[in-house]
């Protein structure tokens, strides 16, 4: 495998995901495709670079999800798409600071529930190929976040943002 594999948080290979929660309701909203962990957060949310066409970028990437008007909650790693992502900056009120800090500590909440699980805590040794691998590890990710969904539906919802 090549750097581009290599998880700096973790110090090892590994696959990036981009998930989004609905900030008014306990629901699991977007999950996107494996990404290399070496992609910027920013790339994976527009498809690709700032610099190539939007034409040239992944059309199923988030970026293109979103309808007019719809935004995201993003932390510092979103900056770049002001028209898209919400993130923090000095000149917000406290309140609305702190209703974006609520928000993305709920997202890491999220996160937490999702490493809970132990599939997606070690090694991933199934399938033929990478690609093969590549798939059946986005088919578990879809299904832990279902079942996270379920959890949420059924008891155990995230804590309200507003």
Request: glycine residues 6%.
């Amino acid at each position: 495998p090549s750097s581009k594999w290599f998880d700096y948080k973790t110090h090892s290979c590994g696959l990036k995901y981009e998930f989004c929660l609905a900030t008014r309701e306990p629901r699991v909203v977007w999950v996107s495709d494996p990404q290399a962990p070496s992609i910027h957060d920013i790339a994976v949310f527009r498809g690709g670079d700032a610099d190539a066409n939007e034409e040239d970028r992944d059309q199923r990437a988030l970026y293109f999800q979103l309808k007019d008007g719809e935004k995201c909650i993003g932390d510092s790693g979103y900056a770049g798409e002001p028209t898209k992502i919400v993130t923090t900056k000095d000149e917000h009120s406290s309140e609305f600071k702190e209703f974006l800090a609520r928000a993305k500590n709920r997202q890491e909440t999220f996160h937490w529930r999702l490493k809970c699980f132990a599939i997606l805590r070690h090694r991933f040794r199934h399938g033929v190929n990478t690609q093969d691998r590549m798939n059946l590890h986005k088919t578990v990710v879809d299904l832990v976040a279902g079942i996270i969904q379920y959890d949420y539906e059924n008891g155990h919802p995230p804590f309200d943002v507003c």
